[in-house]
């Protein structure tokens, strides 16, 4: 079980912002394609940012706590699913904002 | 380059790209720091618990803060450290909330899948029928009746 130490918080992120989808109407997994591209940008920069810092030694992990699968550059998988999680969260939350209170943020329809 | 370095550097790339090349000018929106004050909080809870029960640790000569401890948490606040975490990684979370959802504007304003867009909150109405505005706004004022609450609606 203690592999799942850093997957455990990714859930934790997830259960705290998938509610919004279906209580406020985020609408964000059903554009499921914006939601694929939105995730290019971020997750090529930081996984290149997450590359460098591990093998600089700017950070490191708990080998107990990590499920134990790698990508090339000695990057852990659960940071992958982190830079996945993230912008999603985020995304989320923008849009949880928006349906509440209609502000605009720069993707509205031209009149 | 230090963490403490490439951190500062990332927020300054990500808000000239939301700036001047995205051109989504989220900065200057109420809607994003909104979302961002949501966001940061929820940051400090989950890193505090990555941080904290030492799932992840840093070199001491790479952040502002001491290396992390062998055994224990690192300190709580104070000594270059904000809920356990280094304090770069409040830049490092800015610049990835900001890079993701600069990223969904830019998509969005391009044209991609604008539609369907939020809202209104289940509290608020039924779901957008075809009479529905195509606005980003729910309809107000359209009674749902059948429900007492929304005393939260300012």
Request: charged share 20%; with cysteine.
């Amino acid at each position: 079980m203690e592999r799942f130490g850093y997957v455990g918080v990714l859930l934790f992120v997830l259960l705290g912002c998938l509610w919004l989808e279906v209580v406020l109407r985020t609408r964000v997994l059903a554009r499921a394609k914006r939601l694929a591209l939105s995730w290019v940008l971020p997750v090529t920069l930081f996984i290149a940012w997450d590359a460098y810092a591990i093998a600089a030694g700017h950070w490191w992990f708990d080998v107990d706590r990590i499920l134990g699968w790698y990508l090339p550059g000695r990057i852990p998988v659960d940071e992958l699913l982190f830079f996945l999680i993230i912008p999603l969260a985020s995304i989320l939350t923008l849009e949880a904002v928006r349906s509440v209170k209609g502000w605009r943020s720069g993707d509205e329809a031209p009149k | 380059m230090t963490y403490t370095q490439l951190a500062i550097a990332s927020v300054v790339v990500v808000v000239i790209a939301d700036l001047w090349l995205l051109r989504t000018r989220m900065v200057t929106r109420k809607v994003f720091w909104t979302s961002y004050a949501i966001v940061v909080f929820f940051q400090l809870v989950s890193n505090g618990m990555f941080t904290g029960f030492g799932i992840v640790k840093y070199d001491g000569d790479a952040i502002i803060g001491e290396t992390s401890p062998l055994q224990g948490p690192p300190p709580f606040i104070g000594a270059g450290r904000i809920a356990f975490a280094p304090i770069e990684d409040l830049l490092f979370g800015f610049s990835l909330i900001l890079l993701s959802i600069a990223g969904w504007i830019w998509l969005g304003r391009a044209g991609l899948q604008r539609t369907p867009t939020a809202g209104p909150p289940i509290w608020r109405a039924g779901p957008r029928g075809p009479r529905g505005p195509r606005g980003s706004r729910g309809p107000r004022g359209i009674d749902s009746s059948d429900r007492s609450g929304g005393a939260d609606e300012s």
